[in-house]
């Protein structure tokens, strides 16, 4: 019950694009389509589930639909998506950036740069990070 009023990540089941807020009010819903995750690092979580990297893995790997193609953001299955664990200079820099992002209107510059380090994170090539956008 605690977890209700914590800060944490919360989306809705149904969607064609990874949706996901952060909570630093602690409200809560009470429809059975929502989903929740508390923890740490919840800014650096934020950014990468919003990513087209998580878009282009959970649509390719993980993802079931509703049955007329609209992508079912399930808790069980945002669980087992590889997140990775950055240095901790690449983590609070997309944290903070993320943390901003969701107190402010959403920035293309600052949008830009929170993708340029989870790419990194992946050592991706431009030509990978085309196709995933294109992809995802």
Excluded: C
């Excluded at 193609?69 to 997140?83: C, D, F």
């Excluded at 664990?85 to 997309?94: F, G, H, N, Q, S």
């Excluded at 790419?119 to 992809?135: K, P, T, V």
């Amino acid at each position: 019950m605690d977890d209700f009023s914590k800060q944490k990540i919360v989306w809705g089941e149904l969607s064609d694009n990874p949706k996901f807020v952060l909570d630093t009010n602690g409200k809560f819903t009470t429809l059975n389509t929502t989903f929740l995750m508390t923890g740490e690092h919840l800014g650096y979580l934020l950014a990468f589930l919003n990513s087209p990297i998580s878009k282009y893995y959970f649509s390719s790997n993980l993802g079931t639909t509703s049955g007329v193609g609209t992508t079912r953001w399930l808790k069980y299955t945002i669980e087992t998506l590889p997140v990775p664990y950055p240095e901790k200079d690449i983590l609070d820099r997309i944290e903070k950036l993320s943390l901003d992002m969701n107190n402010e209107s959403l920035s293309k510059e600052k949008d830009t740069e929170i993708l340029s380090n989870i790419y990194l994170l992946y050592g991706f090539s431009d030509e990978e990070i085309a196709f995933i956008e294109r992809n995802s």
